[in-house]
């Protein structure tokens, strides 16, 4: 059975500057820069890139990278009064 990638052992170290690493399995360190081959821990599909190209997967926000279909963000500038960052950190994700 997999792990729930919402549910984050709380002992896992958390970058404050790049947060979103915990929800992606980091495979390999590419040579120059921050890139990673990186695998999402919703949709199980692999990316090469850095910390903003998994916020750009996980928010379905940009170009360049697929966005991760197995979640998907609530009115997170709305109601929530969530930032891009807050709204995978803060719990404001939903499950399709």
């Not at 992606?24 to 903003?52: D, M, P, Q, T």
């Not at 197995?70 to 709204?87: E, F, I, S, Y």
Request: glycine content about 12%; charged content about 20%; hydrophobic content about 35%.
């Amino acid at each position: 059975m997999s792990q729930d990638p919402l549910n984050i052992d709380e002992s896992s170290n958390v970058d404050d500057k790049a947060p979103l690493w915990i929800y992606v399995n980091k495979i390999e360190k590419l040579a120059g820069g921050g890139s990673w081959r990186f695998e999402c821990k919703f949709c199980s599909n692999s990316y090469v890139g850095s910390h903003s190209r998994v916020m750009t997967h996980l928010l379905q926000e940009g170009k360049g990278i697929k966005g991760c279909l197995k979640v998907r963000a609530v009115n997170w500038l709305g109601a929530h009064g969530c930032d891009p960052v807050q709204t995978v950190l803060g719990g404001c994700w939903v499950n399709p």
